[in-house]
């Protein structure tokens, strides 16, 4: 695949952190800035996490730690569908009440799987379109199945 088309795909994926980061500051489901890198059932799936959290009266703080990679790509000389692996980490990237500024629950996120579908998209050089997110061993939430990550990334 090629390497232009790979930087892209992964510059979209972590933007689409980013701006998922940013709008968990304040839980802002409504956050303009979730469409900049995110389309489809990801976008979907932020803004429902994020309204849930405003719901509950929860932000977040801190960031995860990435460590995306371009999986496959198709059709592979000309991608217009790239499939990111990531085996990112939240330990960093925490739940806290609002109005006390107290963690949920005292207990640090974790390491998980996540693939992601990025796509060209019109008016946009690449988003994010779905994303899945799984368990790795060391505990937390999850969505999806369990599977495994080394500390170096993607098994």
Known sequence: MPEKAQQDAVAAYRGMWQDFVEAGQTSDWRSAKLGHHATGLALTNM?????????????????????????SADPADDPKKIIISDCGDSTRWVKYRADSGQPLDGKPGGRRR???IVEKQ?????????AWIHQCRSGGWALGNYESCNRKGVL
Do not use: C
């Open 122 to 130: 019109p008016g946009l050089t690449v988003a994010t379109h779905r």
């Open 114 to 116: 996540i693939n992601a």
């Open 47 to 71: 803004s429902r996490a994020l309204y849930a959290d405003h719901y509950n009266g929860l932000v977040t703080k801190g960031e995860p730690v990435l460590n995306p990679q371009a999986f």
